[in-house]
């Protein structure tokens, strides 16, 4: 056990929520949350509504100027060097405070994706991979703002495939730098930042990362794409023509550049789903604003039940969305305590990340979808004043859809979930295989265990029967195909549904029970209202998913016995939920905010 602010975290291993049960008092959710944290939080929130609102039209007007001044005001605050090493002139917080941070500064997409680019991928390279030297160097810029960085691993032929690239680096005769051939396309902060890590293949074969700085010989920045949305920020290509980077400034090892890339997209995956699960509390402020002073037949339509019920869902969003996203990183800082001494050592901290790259994934995905609904339901309410550019909601809509892109696609990070929870249970990292056969005798055997009891009791049994569900259908798919179910992609994709929404929901209900143990139920009935909205919906997801799954494993009778066995897993006693929906809108127009309590 460690302890973080004071309460006891349980070590989990990543994607061991899937077998492991837990109590609420063993993860970490947003009302543990100490002083400090709360302090950074408020600091970051002022900086955002006092400096980065105040400079929109500026930024989205391409004036660049402006965010460069904000990366200066950032690094003044502390906000910007919050995962830099004390010793190179940054904070060295948990990484609580990292997804606080992102959390409340997503009050603009455009600034949101120029600071995430420059903090994560462009700082944090160095800090985990770069030699002294280059820390000494490099990172005090970084964290003050002086120096913005950027990350260019894309090309035009190779976006997810991004081991495929066509970047060259070769040796100069004199063997005293590269020469770096080659495009990198869709660089945010291109326009603007004076240092990038760039990936090129070294003789055409070893995937490694340089440190480029602009003033390089032979670098060249391209043309500014015109985008559908985060059209305050950056994004051009890059040109290298025989780019001279001098030897010292190969990052990490010749050949290894993919660990880099892939352990620094884990920590991008986990703020991006934080800063998401951010900007949906902004438009749900902007939707609940309007309704209550919009009026249509005679009333506002914060009245009608169907604008009610999108708020509702809305409000049920974040709830889950917080407590997914603080348990993941309160998960990190629980393992990276239990270090002891070498919790300064980044390696050591670059590899507990790794080891939750399936939830940093699943936060990716679930976030970015999130607000997409958020914004799309908040152009519904604001009608066809949502598709005017002076309302904020037609901003919000067009700058959130590249979230479903950015850090990996959410493809692929269905197929990152899917593969990495196989190739853990694979080589008995995770207890799945004997889960998954335990779960099958007590199927055969027709036992069914009672479950859980006390506080939120049904409502732990539907994660327990979420799981179980999820369990059986991987059991039938990898039964059925074997090593083969790699290939099988749309049954893949399938299990990750149930993986990610498993996780949602008992995320939303730990937090609900710690609320309501802590509160008293009276006091946390909202909580546990928008947690039983949002497991409605995911169970009803759940059981979709899995007979997708299970039709495209079996047939014939296997098939109807299956099916047999599925809705007898996913039985259980719906929710009112036009009720829970009713409480849940109540509170957020009385509020004019969403709100936990």
């Given amino acids: 056990m460690a302890t973080l602010t004071g309460m006891p975290i349980t070590k989990v291993a990543g994607g061991g929520f899937l ?11 947003p009302e543990d949350f100490t002083e400090q944290h709360l302090l950074i ?14 400079r929109i039209e500026r930024m989205e007007h391409k004036d660049f100027a402006a965010n460069r001044e904000l990366l200066k005001k950032a690094g003044e605050l502390g906000l910007s060097g919050v995962d830099v090493p004390e010793q190179y002139g940054g904070m060295q917080m948990d990484k609580v405070t990292s997804a606080l941070i992102a959390d409340r500064i997503a009050k603009y997409g455009g600034f949101s994706t120029t600071w995430g680019a420059h903090t994560c991928i462009g700082t944090l390279p160095i800090v985990y991979f770069g030699s002294e030297d280059q ?13 913005v960085g950027a990350y260019a691993l894309s090309e035009s032929s190779s976006g997810s495939d991004a081991l495929n690239c066509r970047a060259r680096a070769t ?5 005293k730098c590269y020469l770096l051939n080659g495009e990198k396309m869709w660089i945010t902060n ?48 890059l040109i290298l023509n025989d780019c001279k980077v001098p030897v010292e400034n190969v990052l990490g090892e010749i050949g290894k550049g993919h660990h880099i890339a892939f352990n620094v997209l884990n920590v991008g995956r986990f703020k991006l789903g934080a800063g998401c699960i951010g900007g949906a509390r902004n438009s749900i402020e902007n939707a609940v604003a309007y309704a209550r002073q919009r009026k249509a037949f005679g009333k506002v339509i914060a009245d009608f039940g169907l604008v009610r019920e999108k708020l509702a869902n809305m409000a049920a969003g974040i709830f889950t969305g917080e407590a997914m996203a603080y348990r993941t990183v309160g998960m990190m800082d629980a393992a990276i305590e239990q270090l002891g001494e070498r919790h300064d050592d980044m390696v050591q901290v670059r590899k507990v990340i790794d080891e939750y790259a399936i939830e940093c994934s699943i936060l990716k995905v679930w976030g ?26 037609e901003r919000a809509y067009r700058d959130a859809r590249i979230n479903r892109i ?18 853990r249970a694979m080589s008995g990292q995770l207890p799945l295989m004997p889960a998954i056969k335990k779960l099958m005798d007590e199927v055969l055997s027709g036992a069914r265990e009672d479950g859980a009891e006390g506080l939120l009791a049904e409502e732990r049994k539907l994660v327990a029967a979420a799981k179980k569900i999820g369990l059986f259908a991987a059991g039938v798919a990898t039964q059925k195909y074997m090593q083969a179910i790699q290939d099988q992609q749309e049954i893949m994709g399938a299990i990750a549904n149930m993986v990610i929404e498993t996780y949602a929901m008992e995320s939303a209900v730990l937090r609900a029970q710690k609320l309501a143990a802590r509160n008293g139920e009276a006091v946390a009935a909202n909580a546990i209202a928008m947690a039983r909205v949002y497991m409605a919906g995911a169970m009803e997801r759940i059981e979709s998913a899995a007979k997708t799954v299970i039709a495209a494993a079996a047939e014939g009778d296997m098939l109807r016995s299956q099916m047999a066995i599925l809705r007898r897993l996913s039985k259980y006693e719906p929710f009112n939920t036009i009720a829970l929906r009713e409480k849940i809108a109540q509170k957020v127009i009385e509020s004019g905010k969403y709100m936990a309590m």
Wanted: a negative charge; charged letters at 20%; aromatic letters at 12%.
């Fill in 190 to 237: 291109a326009g603007f930042a004076d240092l990038f890590i760039v990936f090129a293949k070294v003789d055409g074969e070893k995937f490694t990362a340089f440190i480029v700085e602009r003033g390089f010989p032979g670098f060249a920045v391209g043309a500014e794409e015109h985008k559908m949305g985060i059209r305050g920020s950056s994004t051009c290509p």
């Fill in 406 to 423: 950015f850090e990996g696609t959410n493809e692929i990070n269905r197929l990152v979930i899917t593969g990495f929870l196989l190739k």
């Fill in 171 to 175: 040796l100069s005769a004199d063997g």
């Fill in 41 to 54: 939080a408020q600091t970051a929130e002022e900086f955002a509504n006092q400096e980065i609102v105040s």
């Fill in 368 to 393: 970015s979808e999130l607000i997409g609904y958020v914004v799309d339901e908040t152009v519904q309410i604001y009608g066809g004043y949502g598709f005017v550019e002076e309302y904020p909601a």
């Fill in 135 to 147: 820390k000494k160097k490099y990172l005090p810029g970084l964290a003050s703002g002086q120096t």
């Fill in 19 to 29: 077998t492991q049960e837990l109590t609420s008092n063993e993860v970490f959710t």
